[in-house]
């Protein structure tokens, strides 16, 4: 494991010295390390090898997603947003339900073998969408900020909202399968997440961010553990939720969201370390991508599984927004482009492996290989289409957004 981390460093330092070059390019860090990953793989030239429940890899993909919801929330402009959260609630209350239940009806006549839980575990792991994939979009000056902010929220809490689902397939698979779990239990855990993820985060984020602040002002506080506190709060936020029996993901989100700095160098600096520091552990977790799970997926992969995944980054996306989003003022370019960059990627990677943690891999590699083969392709053509379409969709945007 030790050559790993020494190749994943290695191989971001020098990503790092062209990364400006890349910028104006389009390829993206994730389709680097993705690419480079398969290709010292088993099914490259077998350089290194890894087992995809390691614990190392468990804990890296988790704080990486915490670290990226945290961040991305506090790039939020909360004030402009309380006039815009029609939209994102919008996506949110109709089009993620409607994607997973579009998703597993797609995928129950296309894979009868698989049983209705396995199916829809599938599909619930592949509702979650990741901004990081298309990061150029919630960057770009060239997309309105509302049509930004929208994708940016959307991205963080969904993450969180899918998980209760998610676990309670799990726990159907293992109770079917001679567990000690019970599908009933999961209903108040569901509530529990929910109810308890959004609280803890807001309170973290608003008593947090306030000492900060206080801390500053005094001279207490040196720059360095400024740019930390990222990273410190967004960590509370999860394991304040997890013991309270709330979701972790939903409160590192809602931590960021509420950060209480409105110091705008102050806010900056907390959001450059943790954004730093948050693709570091992302592009570590898109190289585990390439070397572990394509390779177990490739075997699997056929006819119907090529067309599933075009199909929820297609079809099962582009619906339901466009029904979510219905008489909500935007237009068509505009319901399009929101309904294009649902990339699916580090949250549908993160669950994949607490699924296999959980109920294990064997009888379930058709499954595995489905999820693995749409995240492939979200990384290229999320990536590849995140410039142009903003600079497209720039120009033809309403100059009030």
């Not at 994607?99 to 619930?124: D, I, N, Q, R, S």
């Not at 799990?170 to 308890?196: C, H, K, N, P, S």
């Amino acid at each position: 494991m030790e050559e790993l981390i020494f190749f994943a460093a290695l191989l971001a330092f020098l990503f790092g010295l062209v990364s400006a070059l890349a910028d104006h390019s389009p390829i993206t860090a994730p389709m680097v390390f993705v690419a480079i990953g398969a290709l010292v793989g088993p099914v490259g030239f077998g350089l290194f090898e890894a087992e995809m429940n390691n614990e190392m890899v468990m804990i890296v993909a988790e704080i990486t997603l915490i670290l990226i919801l945290f961040t991305d929330a506090s790039t939020i402009d909360l004030r402009a947003l309380r006039g815009e959260y029609r939209i994102p609630l919008r996506l949110l209350a109709i089009g993620l339900p409607l994607t997973m239940l579009m998703g597993l009806a797609v995928a129950a006549p296309l894979f009868p073998e698989m049983g209705l839980w396995t199916v829809a575990a599938m599909a619930f792991i592949l509702a979650p969408t990741d901004a990081a994939l298309g990061q150029a979009v919630v960057s770009s000056k060239q997309v309105p900020a509302r049509v930004r902010d929208s994708i940016a929220v959307e991205s963080g809490l969904n993450d969180g909202i899918a998980f209760p689902p998610i676990l309670a397939c799990m726990a159907a698979l293992t109770a079917a399968a001679g567990t000690d779990l019970e599908v009933g239990y999961w209903g108040a855990f569901a509530a529990r997440q929910i109810a308890f993820g959004p609280v803890a985060g807001s309170a973290v984020g608003l008593v947090g961010g306030w000492l900060i602040v206080r801390a500053v002002r005094r001279g207490w506080m040196q720059p360095v553990f400024q740019r930390m506190a990222c990273i410190a709060l967004a960590l509370m936020s999860y394991a304040l939720a997890e013991q309270l029996g709330g979701n972790g993901f939903i409160a590192a989100f809602f931590g960021g969201l509420m950060l209480g700095v409105r110091t705008r160098k102050l806010r900056e600096r907390i959001q450059d370390f943790g954004e730093a520091e948050g693709q570091q552990l992302e592009l570590f977790v898109f190289l585990i991508f390439g070397i572990v799970l394509i390779p177990m997926a490739v075997p699997h992969w056929d006819g119907p599984a090529l067309l599933y995944a075009v199909l929820s980054l297609t079809v099962i996306r582009l619906i339901p927004v466009a029904l979510a989003l219905l008489k909500s003022g935007l237009d068509t370019p505009a319901v399009g482009f929101i309904g294009w960059f649902g990339p699916r990627g580090i949250a549908s990677v993160l669950y994949l492996l607490i699924f296999v943690g959980k109920v294990g891999s064997e009888g379930y590699e058709r499954m595995l290989a489905v999820v693995v083969l749409t995240v492939l392709l979200s990384v290229f053509l999320h990536g590849l289409s995140a410039v142009p379409l903003c600079s497209l969709y720039g120009r033809q945007a309403k100059p009030n957004g």
